[in-house]
């Protein structure tokens, strides 16, 4: 609509001074005939007498008899010099000498110094009533009343063109609305699968668009499948490897009842707890991603009240404060499934680690929502921030392998463009702060 009205309004303003010099040529056009007839009124009433030039009292056109200054007229002869002027023109003083130079008429616009403009006509007579006679018949109209009348015009224009865009836009935008009504459909249909509450696009579109919706649908149809076969897949992977790792564990158990074998046992067991940590790991990495057409909107509090709750029973002994500052409502466009995830590994780490306050608050920014976890622990030194964020390690372990929530919490984090940073908390501890963008 905003390209629509700008080209309108263009063409409006290269079309106006186009109809402006049309109006201006037509009515000096119109001029030019109008002082020709003056002149012929003229030259019927001349007459040559003893080779006199006589002119009646009272002429037949009254304009030439009244001394409002609005025609003039003049006769000169062929030497130029002034022989009858009109009653109108005893108040002008024009310099204006005609060239008899065989020409027949001509149609000009000339200025005086006093900065008046007339429009000029001049016509040369060499035969009057059959007499032989050489004179030119001129008459004069003055600028004033020209400008004047197409100032009107002018203003006409602009309150034609400006009604006439006025109806345009509205008859654009009645246009384009119902031109686009279609896209409007299509657009809600969108927003409906990415909300969940429908499956697939209608078929109820024009044909220029059943060719875009039948792509659309044939890819939700093929995603949902992928998604289906790939978590699939990795169930039976993970029950698969469950079998084998609990074969593996009740030989690492045979082994530790025998001293001799008893570092070997503790190495196998170390081994064993690491691999499926890694596979719990990799299987919680690959299932939880984003998927690429539905947007997910999950009530943040209930949320985080179900895992505070649980985290309640277990840190029971620590009497753990937690304060949350959320407004209300407030939804996260996050899976609940990587939701729950990532705030569980949070949480714990807030629950682990705190003396006796945990707090989560939610602020909307203009790029989206921020996520914030604080604890009133020990906190983390600056110097190992970097390393915890970039690879996911806590720092009471010393084993590779160890700290798997956090890298499983960046993955997520990644997986929906957001974004995780480590500060210091206003409460003394560690403040992990989620920025999630909001499409």
Not at 112 to 135: I, M, P, R, W
Not at 412 to 434: H, Q, V
Request: glycine share 8%; net charge negative.
């Amino acid at each position: 609509m905003l390209a629509a009205t700008l080209l309108a309004v263009l063409f409006m303003l290269a079309l106006l001074p186009a109809m402006q010099g049309a109006f201006s040529l037509a009515l000096q056009d119109a001029i030019e005939q109008r002082l020709a007839s003056d002149v012929t009124t003229l030259i019927s009433a001349a007459r040559v007498e003893n080779n006199r030039l006589q002119m009646p009292a009272q002429l037949p056109d009254e304009r030439f008899n009244l001394a409002d200054g609005r025609l003039l007229g003049y006769i000169y002869n062929r030497e130029g010099r002034l022989v009858w002027r009109s009653k109108d023109t005893l108040e002008e003083n024009i310099n204006y000498t005609p060239r008899y130079d065989g020409h027949g008429n001509e149609f000009a616009r000339i200025r005086e110094a006093n900065g008046q403009e007339f429009f000029v006509y001049d016509v040369e007579v060499k035969l009057l009533g059959g007499k032989s006679a050489a004179f030119s018949f001129v008459a004069l109209q003055p600028l004033r009343d020209y400008e004047t009348t197409l100032e009107g015009l002018r203003e006409n224009l602009y309150l034609g063109f400006g009604a006439a865009l006025l109806v345009l836009l509205a008859l654009l935008w009645i246009g384009l609305t119902w031109g686009l009504q279609a896209l409007r459909r299509l657009s809600q249909e969108l927003d409906e699968i990415e909300s969940g509450t429908r499956e697939s696009l209608s078929e109820q579109h024009p044909s220029e668009l059943l060719r875009l919706t039948g792509s659309l649908n044939r890819l939700l149809y093929s995603e949902r499948d992928q998604r289906s076969r790939y978590r699939d897949s990795l169930d039976d992977l993970a029950h698969s490897l469950k079998t084998p790792l609990t074969v593996l564990q009740g030989v690492s158990e045979d082994m530790a009842l025998r001293p001799a074998d008893r570092d070997q046992a503790w190495v196998l067991q170390s081994q064993i707890e690491r691999m499926s940590q890694q596979i719990g790991y990799q299987l919680q990495r690959a299932s939880l991603r984003k998927s690429g057409l539905v947007r997910h909107q999950v009530r943040l509090r209930p949320v985080l009240q179900s895992l505070c709750d649980t985290l309640d029973k277990v840190y029971r002994d620590k009497q753990v404060r937690v304060t949350l500052d959320l407004p209300e409502p407030c939804h996260v466009p996050i899976e609940q499934g990587a939701l729950l995830e990532m705030l569980g590994n949070l949480l714990e780490n807030a629950y682990r680690l705190c003396l006796g306050e945990v707090r989560v608050s939610v602020r909307e920014t203009l790029g989206g929502i921020e996520l914030c976890v604080e604890d009133d622990g020990p906190g983390v030194p600056p110097d190992q921030r970097a390393r915890i964020l970039q690879r996911g390690e806590r720092l009471d372990r010393q084993h590779p392998g160890q700290g798997i929530g956090l890298a499983v919490v960046k993955d997520i984090i990644e997986s929906y463009s957001a974004k995780l940073t480590l500060d210091d908390s206003p409460l003394g501890g560690a403040a992990f702060r989620i920025k999630i963008p909001v499409v």
